[in-house]
């Protein structure tokens, strides 16, 4: 198998083993409504203060439209609450709930045991090289 086969299988299998491994970790601990778009808003929400659903909109590279449709699927299933802001009442407030707050809770120190897991494998030149590769990688899809 040449360098473009290669590599074109360790993205494709990445990407689906890590979603795959997140969808199970987040049905397991006891959220089976949850999909992998709704645990990416959830995360962009985040634990700490109300948000504008432009700027997690911005966060998720999607529309506000888009997000507008994951959003209302979120606050009817529990986990985000959705507010007017009290300065400017043409702008909308998103925050988790405290079902969402657990969930962002449970999915980052999941995050954080894989990254674990990962990294006692790796020698610090290996964890070094890794890094840089994966931040190379990262800025070429972010600029995509």
């Known amino acids: 198998m040449g ?3 290669t590599l074109n ?3 494709v299998n990445l ?7 997140e969808q199970k970790a987040v049905r397991e601990l006891g959220y089976p409504d949850i999909t992998m778009n709704d645990l990416h808003v959830i995360e962009a929400i985040g634990a700490g203060e109300p948000k504008s659903m432009s700027s997690v909109a911005r966060a998720l590279s999607v529309t506000v439209g888009t997000l507008t449709i994951a959003v ?3 606050v009817k299933k529990g986990y985000v609450i959705r507010q007017r802001s009290s300065e400017d009442r043409r702008v909308v407030l998103i925050s988790l709930s405290a079902r969402g707050k657990d969930v962002f809770k449970h999915h980052d120190s999941f995050r954080q045991s894989m ?3 990962i990294v006692k494998e790796l020698t610090p030149e290996e964890l070094e090289a ?3 590769a994966l931040t190379k ?3 070429w899809f972010r600029g995509f």
């Not at 990407?15 to 491994?21: A, E, L, P, T, Y």
């Open 9 to 11: 299988d360790v993205l």
């Open 130 to 132: 890794l890094t840089r």
């Open 115 to 117: 990254i674990d897991s």
């Open 72 to 74: 209302n699927s979120l």
């Open 15 to 21: 990407f689906r083993d890590i979603s795959g491994i």
């Open 137 to 139: 990688l990262n800025s």
């Open 3 to 5: 360098t473009y086969e």
